[in-house]
């Protein structure tokens, strides 16, 4: 098997690399055009007409899927899953022979990087998921995870299943300025954090983010001891930004990205709010933990050379949470 190697800082402006003090930098998204649903952006909500290309494995994506999950927009937004191995050569590729994943049903290419040419020929940035993609002027409309939730969540209202879920607001107005003070702390220190301490390749770089890492958590864990949710009794963008690190960190951040100081099972009020919010109806069947730890494990030979995956742990997300009790 081909080795995957994240690439070494070289100059190229937009893409992920290790800096030259060894820190993982993440590259800023490329494409950042907005659907609405009166259509002022040229991008109109519409149903059928957009379309998620995911890995099930990435975080990122990963909040993609659990709004189009929530708000009911399953027959609305259709998806494809890329392979959960990633070659960083090649890029994220199609294999429907996997288990879980698709083949490119819209663009029918090979490699994601195809679609990103499709739209730009000399397109040389970061290949990334998740990516918005309009199938009625054939171009890409956003590849910033943060962004595609916020059309998620407000525009396409008139097409979600059921008038609950059309209701549902996990932005609103009052809460914005909270919701953006703690995804502020939240992204670099415990999101993209684990990443850092993931791929630094001096103890200088790993030092400072499993300190900032494991900080932000207690902080979490604080607010987490006086209220069910981040933000306050009812489940905000904050929360699923969170979660989808938090399902992913026992059974890949701790051991394979070392960030083992705690694991979140440790935690008295972490562990029982990420059972609560896996147990809201449509969240479990957002989760492939075969696709979470073989993407990790196996195409991050830099940092697991042979590719072995772990066994375990056995985490039980559906024991009793008792926090609907609590707060
Ligand atoms: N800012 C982007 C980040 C997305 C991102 O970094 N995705 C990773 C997967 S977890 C990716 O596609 N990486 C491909 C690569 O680095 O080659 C977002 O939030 O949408």
């Not at 943060?146 to 209701?167: A, G, H, P, V, Y």
């Not at 993209?192 to 103890?203: I, L, P």
């Not at 056995?314 to 024991?319: I, K, N």
Request: aromatic share 12%.
């Amino acid at each position: 098997m081909e080795k995957a190697v994240r690439p070494e800082y070289d100059g190229t402006p937009g893409r992920s690399v290790i800096d030259k003090k060894g820190a993982f930098q993440r590259s800023q998204s490329a494409f950042r055009n907005w659907v609405t649903a009166d259509g002022s952006s040229g991008f109109k909500a519409q149903p059928g007409r957009y379309h998620l290309y995911v890995s099930l494995a990435c975080p990122w994506a990963h909040r993609t899927l659990i709004l189009r999950k929530l708000k009911g927009l399953d027959d609305v937004i259709s998806v494809n899953v890329v392979d959960w191995l990633l070659n960083f050569e090649t890029g994220w590729e199609f294999n429907e022979k996997r288990d879980g994943c698709t083949p490119d049903t819209v663009n029918s290419v090979k490699y994601l990087k195809e679609v990103y040419r499709k739209v730009d020929p000399d397109y040389n940035k970061s290949v990334t998921v998740p990516v918005l993609w309009d199938k009625e002027t054939k171009t890409i409309v956003n590849n910033e995870s943060s962004e595609i939730i916020r059309m998620l969540n407000s525009e396409f209202n008139d097409f979600c299943k059921t008038e609950e879920q059309k209701q549902l607001d996990f932005y609103p107005e009052n809460l914005r300025k909270s919701i953006d003070d703690i995804n502020e702390w939240i992204y670099p220190n415990i999101n993209n954090g684990v990443y850092r301490a993931g791929f630094a390749r001096t103890q200088e770089a790993y030092d400072e983010a499993v300190i900032g890492l494991f900080d932000a958590l207690d902080k979490v864990e604080s607010i987490l001891s006086k209220q069910r949710y981040l933000v306050g009794s009812s489940l905000t963008e904050a929360d699923i930004r969170l979660f989808v690190t938090l399902v992913r960190f026992d059974s890949v951040y701790e051991q394979h990205f070392k960030c083992n100081k705690k694991r979140i099972l440790d935690y008295p009020n972490i562990w029982p709010y990420v059972r609560d919010i896996y147990q809201i109806p449509g969240i479990a069947e957002t989760i492939n933990m075969e696709h979470i730890k073989k993407h990790y494990m196996m195409s991050h030979r830099s940092i697991n050379q042979y590719g072995i995956v772990c066994i375990g742990p056995d985490l039980d997300f559906m024991a009793p949470h008792g926090r609907d009790k609590k707060y």
